[in-house]
């Protein structure tokens, strides 16, 4: 894939190249000084018009204004992030090469540029909204790891919140430029840059609702049970956001253009479909979630302060104490917040692992069958499983993502049928993905036994697999 073969160039290091550009420009003005004095015209009007006029120059003078750019970037991440991780690295790289793709599709397949004074106005205006979209990105990662990291000083909060507060400001200005440049040109050419203008608005905001909400959680002293609350509706709210914004400025770019029938109308129309499942996703979530609020508190009911003293225990979800809680139907106790993160992934009790597929609805069961551990942890009869996956977000954002899903039917007794060794390799992987720590083999032979992956997985959980020792498997090799 074209993008694919862009990541694998060998780009010079950023030195090679600042080295460079100042050699070219340097080149540009020797040049220029040469061809004005040589010709009588020592004025300095004269040289900056002929640099402004000559190809050489110009690309020169352009070189090194990017190259100023990327040096004032470095500057930006050295002191407010320091080195980046091979991750940050990683998003950076996938956001960059897509963003141009984009922007390369919208300049000269949905405007159709002609002229190349446009051409340098668009290429400036988006080389402007990726620079602050990289640095967005960058801020939206590091929250992440700071978020888990116990031992982060206020002072790395501090430079991540105003990084973040001073995009908003340069996002302020860039609506200021939509305003007096672009509406003056067209109608179109304004929604088009607002709608961008909007999503890197609404990028910056999630991170610093999440920031606040993060170093809100922090002050109190016990677990805040309102947070999950909180985080869920602002990513809700965000998402959502973000989705109605891009689809409908992808639907703009789709019917104002004129391109149908040509690889850029497949572009847009790809992107599309991909924006119309997110936020399809994004609603049956959200529906999933109202429908386990209404089943905790109709069918768990929160534990008193005699259940509370009598358990003296921490939630086995967050191991954090517990000054309120709910009690499922097996009598034990975790926090609401966490119970309900559990139940969206699971169902059954963290502890025990009791079945709560009874005290669900049963719509709400069909959602919660293919998700995760509760694949494995339900009834019998028939039940999906995922053998292939392509994702294709890891090429580009706008490539689909599709399963091939076979359905089967659970073995219960071993002398009716044996399950083929392809299925039990199948099988063990999605085991091993759980235990680590177990070695394939060994998960592989107990799955020819019990032909079920409850009983493998409830094996382990007991210990009645016994995992060799470090000496012992060296032994072996």
Not at 71 to 91: C, H, N, P, T, Y
Not at 135 to 140: G, I, M, R, V
Not at 164 to 180: A, K, R, S, Y
Request: proline content about 3%.
């Amino acid at each position: 894939m074209p993008l694919v073969f862009l990541e694998q160039l060998p780009l010079p290091s950023l030195r090679s190249y600042v080295t460079a550009s100042v050699l070219l420009f340097v080149s540009a003005i020797l040049y220029a000084l040469n061809v004005t004095v040589g010709s009588g015209e020592n004025d300095v009007p004269k040289i900056y018009d002929f640099m402004s006029q000559d190809n050489f120059c110009f690309w020169s003078n352009l070189n090194m204004a990017y190259c100023g750019l990327f040096l004032f970037g470095k500057i930006i991440q050295r002191v407010v992030f320091g080195d980046l991780r091979a991750s940050e690295l990683q998003q950076i790289q996938d956001r960059f090469w897509n963003f141009i793709f984009y922007k390369f599709i919208f300049i000269f397949g949905v405007l159709n540029v002609q002229k190349f004074n446009e051409v340098m106005w668009w290429t400036a205006w988006f080389t402007l909204l990726g620079f602050f979209h990289l640095f967005t990105q960058l801020c939206k990662d590091r929250f992440e790891y700071l978020s888990f990291s116990p031992t982060t000083s206020p002072w790395s909060h501090a430079k991540v919140i105003g990084l973040l507060n001073t995009l908003v400001l340069c996002c302020n200005g860039l609506f200021f430029i939509c305003l007096f440049v672009g509406w003056p040109d067209s109608i179109h050419t304004f929604t088009f840059m607002l709608a961008e203008c909007m999503l890197l608005l609404i990028k910056i905001l999630h991170g610093l609702t999440r920031y606040g909400i993060h170093l809100w959680d922090i002050g109190h002293t016990s677990m805040w049970e309102g947070r999950s609350t909180w985080c869920y509706n602002t990513d809700l709210m965000m998402d959502l956001a973000m989705y109605i914004v891009d689809f409908a400025h992808h639907l703009h770019m789709l019917f104002w253009s004129n391109i149908f029938l040509s690889m850029a109308s497949l572009v847009l129309c790809m992107q599309l479909r991909h924006l119309f499942y997110e936020i399809k996703k994004k609603l049956a979530k959200h529906r999933s979630y109202v429908r386990i609020i209404k089943c905790m508190e109709s069918r768990f009911p929160l534990a008193t302060e005699e259940e509370l003293i009598k358990n003296n225990d921490d939630c086995a979800i967050c191991w954090d104490s517990m000054s309120s809680a709910r009690k499922l139907t097996c009598g034990h106790l975790f926090h609401n917040s966490c119970l309900r993160s559990w139940l969206e992934n699971d169902t059954s009790c963290p502890t025990c692992r009791q079945s709560l597929a009874s005290d669900l609805q049963p719509e709400q069961e069909e959602e919660r069958q293919p998700r995760g551990m509760a694949a494995f942890m339900m009834g019998r009869g028939l039940r999906r499983n995922h053998f292939f996956h392509f994702d294709g977000s890891q090429i580009a954002s706008w490539f689909p993502s599709f399963s091939v899903e076979v359905m089967h039917t659970r073995v219960d007794n071993v002398a009716e049928g044996q399950l083929p060794e392809s299925r039990i390799e199948a099988m063990a992987h999605q085991v091993q993905a759980m235990f680590p720590h177990m070695p394939l083999d060994i998960i592989m032979d107990d799955l020819r036994h019990t032909h079920s992956l409850e009983v493998t997985i409830d094996n382990i959980l007991q210990g009645n697999i016994a995992v060799p020792s470090v000496s012992t498997q060296k032994g072996n090799r």
